[in-house]
C-alpha cells in the first residue's frame, strides 16, 4: 500500500541532545514537508522539499535541520537549539504542480517529548 | 498576511443534529481549500478540497463544504452527525496542496 511511514510513534528526548525524526514515502511524491502541532495552535510549517537536495524554511524553522538526499526520505532533525521541542510532528507529501488538483498525504506522526 | 481562523474552539452536539463548522481565510490569491480531521494521536485525514469550479464541493462521510469568496469563508456542514465524527477538524488553504496554512482547529465533541 502507499503511504506515508513516520517512525518512531513515541520519542523521548533528554534536554540538549539531538534527536532525528523518520519519514519515508512510496507515493512518488515529489514534495514533502514537515508540521509542528501544539494545543490549540493547529498545524505550523517546519520545512518543505520541492525536490531531492532541494529544501525550504516554513515558519518555525529555528532549532529544526533537515536533508533530501532521496526523493522517498525527508528526515527532521530537532536540535538542542529548538527552545521547546516537545510537540506533535507530522510529515506530509504531494505533488508540488498544483494543477494536478491534488492533496498532500500525512503519516500518523511522531509525538516527542523532552524529559 | 495569509492566515486562517476557525472561530469556534469547541463545539458539542447531539448525535443526530446538523454541523457546521466555520472557517474564514485571508489569501492573496484565489486559494485551494481543504478540511481536515484528526483523530487523537492520529495523523490528518483529508474530508474535502476546493480548487475551482462548482463552490458546494462534497467529502467523504457525509460532509459538504461551500466557498463563498465575497466571505472569505469555507464553512464545513454535515446534516446529520454521528459519534464517530467526534475529532479534531482544520481548515487549510495551500499553494501548491501540501504548503498549506492551517486553522487552529475546531473540536467537535458529539453527545449520545
Known amino acids: 500500500d502507499g503511504g506515508i511511514t513516520q517512525s518512531p510513534k513515541y520519542l523521548f528526548r533528554k534536554e540538549g541532545q539531538n534527536v532525528t525524526l523518520s519519514c519515508e514515502q512510496n507515493?512518488?511524491?515529489?514534495?514533502m514537508y514537515w508540521y509542528r502541532q501544539d494545543p490549540g495552535q493547529g498545524l505550523r510549517l517546519i520545512y518543505y522539499?520541492?525536490?531531492?537536495?532541494?529544501?525550504q524554511k516554513g515558519d518555525i524553522a529555528e532549532g529544526y535541520s533537515v536533508s533530501r538526499e532521496k526523493k522517498e526520505s525527508f528526515p527532521l532533525t530537532v536540535t538542542s537549539a529548538q527552545k521547546n521541542p516537545t510537540a506533535f510532528y507530522l510529515c506530509?507529501?504531494?505533488?508540488?504542480?498544483?494543477?494536478?488538483?491534488?492533496?498532500?498525504?500525512f503519516g500518523q506522526g511522531t509525538r516527542l517529548t523532552v524529559v | 498576511a495569509q492566515s486562517v481562523t476557525q472561530p469556534d474552539i469547541h463545539i458539542t452536539v447531539s448525535e443526530g443534529a446538523s454541523l457546521e463548522l466555520r472557517c474564514n481565510y485571508s489569501?492573496?490569491?484565489?486559494?485551494?481549500l481543504f478540511w481536515y480531521v484528526q483523530s487523537p494521536g492520529q495523523g490528518l485525514q483529508l474530508l474535502l478540497k476546493?480548487?475551482?469550479?462548482?463552490?458546494l464541493v462534497q467529502g467523504i462521510k457525509g460532509f459538504e463544504a461551500e466557498f463563498k469568496r465575497s466571505q472569505s469563508s469555507f464553512n464545513l456542514r454535515k446534516p446529520s452527525v454521528h459519534w464517530s465524527d467526534a475529532a479534531e477538524y482544520f481548515c487549510?488553504?495551500?499553494?501548491?496542496?501540501?504548503?498549506?496554512?492551517f486553522g487552529q482547529g475546531t473540536t467537535l465533541q458529539v453527545k449520545p
Open positions: 506530509a507529501s504531494s505533488p508540488w504542480d498544483d494543477r494536478l488538483n491534488t492533496e498532500a498525504f
Open positions: 507515493l512518488n511524491h515529489d514534495a
Open positions: 522539499s520541492q525536490i531531492v537536495n532541494d529544501f
Open positions: 489569501y492573496g490569491a484565489t486559494p485551494y
Open positions: 476546493y480548487f475551482s469550479g462548482d463552490t
Open positions: 487549510a488553504v495551500g499553494d501548491p496542496p501540501g504548503k498549506l496554512i
